[in-house]
C-alpha cells in the first residue's frame, strides 16, 4: 500500500519560493497551516510599491474627484479661497511695492547718501529673514499659531504707519506725508522688516495649512501665486504713478495701511469660512 508523501516542512515553499526569485510578500496565504506565498516577482513588488500612494499620495477624495473640462474647480466655489486671494494680492502690493520704492523715496525725497540708503534697506531684509525664521515656527505651533498668525498682520500695520507722519496745515487741517526723521527712519526699517517676514510666511503657508491635502491643490497654488503676483505688479505700477502725479510718495504710502487692514480682516475671515471637500 503506497502511504502518500508527508506534508513539506513550514517555510519549505516559502524557500524555493524566494530561491526561484519571487518576494515573499507579508500577507501570507496559508495552506494547510503552511504559510505558502503567491507567485510575485521582484519588478511586481517594486511596481506595486511605487504604485501605493495611500501614505505620500494626494487626498483620498482625489481618486473619485473627476470634472469636465469646462467646470470650474471645486475650491473656486469656497469663501476661504477669496480670503486667500484677498490677503496675497493685498500683503504683496504692500511688501513688493514698498521694497522697490523704498531707495527711492530716501534718496530723493530724504535726500539721503546712497550708501546710507542701502543701510536701511539692509535692516529691513535683515529684520524680514529673523521674522521668517521665527515666524515659521510659531505658525506651526498648534498652541500659538492663530496668536501668531494676528501678530504677523499687525506688525504689517504698524511698519506701514511708522513712515507716515500727520501735520497740521495752514488753514487748519491736517495731511499725511512720509516721515524724513531718521529716528523714526530706523524704527520703521525694523517694524516694517519683521512684518513684511511675517506676513509673507503667512500668506505662504496659509493655503497649504487648509487644503495642502485636498485634490487640485496644485491648481489653487498656481491660482494664489498669480494673484500675488498680480498685486506686485499693481503696487509698483501705482506706487510710480502716484508719485509722478503728486510729486510724492505721501498718497502711494497712505494706502498702505488701508491694505494692512484689508490683509488683517481676510486673515481674521479665513477662520471663520466653512472648509468643505469634495465628494
Sequence with gaps: RRHPAPPPPPGARAGAAEAAGAVVPRNLAKEGGVEVPPPQTVGQTLAEIVDDSSTTGPHPAASHHRRAPWQLPWWMWRAATWHLVGMSFFALYIINSMIMTLGLFLRLDVGLPLAVCGLYSSVVFAMSVASKVAFGLALDSPRYGGASSALACVLLLLGTLMVLKVSRTDAGGFTVE???????????????????????????????????????????????????????????LLTGKLRDYSGSYGVAFAIYPCLAVLVCVHCCLIGRAPLTMPR
Excluded at 201 to 227: I, Y
Design 178 to 236: 512720509p516721515t524724513t526723521d531718521h529716528a523714526r527712519l530706523l524704527v520703521f526699517a525694523v517694524v516694517y522688516g519683521l512684518g513684511y517676514g511675517a506676513v509673507y510666511t503667512l500668506v505662504q503657508s496659509k493655503a497649504a495649512k487648509l487644503f495642502g491635502n485636498c485634490p487640485d491643490f496644485c491648481e489653487l497654488q498656481g491660482f494664489l501665486a498669480a494673484c500675488q503676483y498680480g498685486g506686485s505688479f499693481c503696487g509698483v
